[in-house]
């Protein structure tokens, strides 16, 4: 595949961490013990200490709420889907503020997942780069690198992280 290059070496991860290298493919889903809180303009649009969280090889954890936890009168659905190999079709929200903040896409979810991911149907997952905060806990998670995948960094897992130019074939 042009533009693919091999992956880096494995960062050790140090106590307390995690190696997005040691999660699995296919993907798994698990619970999350901390809040998770994401914020735009101020505004607390999900906070939830039931959030699921799902790993898969070399990508940093994706963080799905319960729509319950989720301001959903600020997500206006899109036209926009994407196909997951493993969990299936994505339906996109587009987040309106207030305030009249626009950021179209910055949440998704699975209405209808595969099987194998059925515990996440229906919650929403947010994009780290399109919102002001994605909290883990009391750390404020960075984007994981471009702007396909969702996951949250945050100083507990280590990579390196797919996302970034030549890492597509990862």
């Given at each position: ?5 091999p992956?880096p ?100 979810t ?47 897992v ?13």
């Open positions: 595949m042009a533009g693919t290059s992956p070496p494995r960062t050790e991860p140090g106590p307390g961490q995690e190696s997005a290298w040691d999660y699995p493919r296919p993907p798994r889903v698990e619970p999350v013990p901390e809040r998770i809180r994401v914020v735009l303009e101020g505004i607390e649009l999900a906070s939830s200490t039931r959030a699921l969280r799902v790993l898969e090889t070399a990508g940093a954890p994706v963080y799905y709420l319960p729509p319950e936890d989720v301001r959903t009168d600020l997500l206006a659905p899109s036209k926009h889907t994407t196909i997951c190999e493993w969990k299936g079709t994505a339906s996109y929200r587009t987040v309106v503020t207030p305030g009249g903040r626009v950021v179209p896409n910055a949440a998704w699975y209405l209808d997942p595969n099987p194998a991911f059925a515990a996440i149907r229906d919650h929403i997952g947010f994009y780290a780069w399109a919102v002001d905060e994605a909290w883990v806990g009391d750390e404020l998670a960075t984007p994981q690198p471009g702007h396909f995948y969702g996951g949250w960094i945050t100083s507990r280590v990579g390196p992280f797919k996302g970034e130019p030549g890492t597509q074939g990862w």
